[in-house]
């Protein structure tokens, strides 16, 4: 009698991944590797003029525009560092544009954080109007109101005065635009229960508002001093006087005397940059959190 061998069954082949899911899988290993990429990229172009700088500062004037580049010269000249303060009075200058930056930039977060809480906490007839009318002067060029402006100064005999850029610049609606948008996002609840309790608006502004604000302060306060400090056309405008000037203009004022001399000229331009590079340095973890916080209400 002949025995019959079963066979075990097989189980079926295992079906392949639909091919979006091995594209949708594809897709998600490389895309962080595709946006590191292109943000180290990126870095570097915006750091590769700042590298030639500060390389073209510890050279000789000859040794600036050799071809190839020499990153890292032969011979470190640490010595332009000191002989730069001789050349031009570069530390009145520093001193100057830190008078104006500071002065603007208290005077710009005071009036713009205190205007936007108007706008934002306190409701009056015409209040969306005005706003939009106050923030649509962003949209003006300055070139159409310099002018205008100068001769206004000159009337009230400000000119070759700082008086003339503080004004000018103590209020900006930009701040305004900033600080309101921070501010919406702010439960309205908490100004209501703090008028019940009796606080008037200037407390609420004082005791409430700006404690839980200080991302977007912060903002608005390293933006203004950075304009401020960069700002070339206000005090070529307005300052005539050596003493006055800021470094921009000193360091302009180097370069029509001294055009030849591009190492001395490229140290200037790394004294004028620092200051800025740690002032972000030190506040980019607030600059940060206010730019992504404005703007999630309103």
Request: aromatic content about 14%; proline content about 7%; glycine content about 6%.
């Amino acid at each position: 009698m002949t025995t019959l061998h079963q066979v075990p069954p097989t189980s079926p082949p295992l079906d392949p991944p639909p091919p979006a899911k091995t594209r949708n899988l594809a897709w998600r290993i490389t895309r962080p590797v595709l946006t590191y990429t292109a943000m180290v990229v990126v870095a570097l172009l915006v750091l590769v003029p700042f590298a030639w700088m500060l390389s073209s500062s510890l050279k000789r004037n000859n040794e600036v525009f050799t071809v190839p580049i020499q990153w890292i010269p032969d011979e470190l000249r640490w010595s332009n560092f000191v002989d730069i303060w001789d050349r031009i009075p570069l530390a009145a200058y520093l001193g100057n544009s830190l008078f104006l930056s500071v002065t603007i930039t208290l005077l710009q977060v005071l009036t713009g954080s205190f205007a936007a809480y108007g706008f934002a906490k306190v409701r009056f007839p015409g209040r969306n109007a005005l706003f939009l009318m106050y923030i649509a002067t962003i949209a003006v060029p300055w070139q159409a109101y310099m002018v205008p402006q100068y001769i206004m100064m000159q009337k009230m005999e400000l000119t070759n005065t700082y008086w003339s850029i503080i004004l000018l610049q103590a209020f900006g609606a930009f701040g305004v635009f900033l600080m309101r948008q921070y501010y919406m996002s702010i439960p309205d609840e908490l100004c209501e229960a703090a008028r019940i309790d009796g606080l008037n608006e200037y407390g609420i502004y004082w005791r409430i508002i700006l404690p839980l604000s200080k991302p977007a302060l912060a903002s608005l306060a390293l933006l203004t001093f950075v304009t401020t400090w960069n700002d070339y056309m206000g005090p070529f405008i307005y300052l005539t006087s050596n003493e006055l000037w800021t470094v921009q203009l000193g360091l302009r004022s180097f370069v029509g005397q001294y055009d030849a001399e591009y190492a001395m000229i490229m140290t200037g331009a790394v004294l004028s940059v620092l200051p800025i590079l740690l002032l972000f340095l030190l506040g980019q973890r607030y600059f940060i959190r206010g730019i992504a916080t404005t703007g999630l209400k309103g």
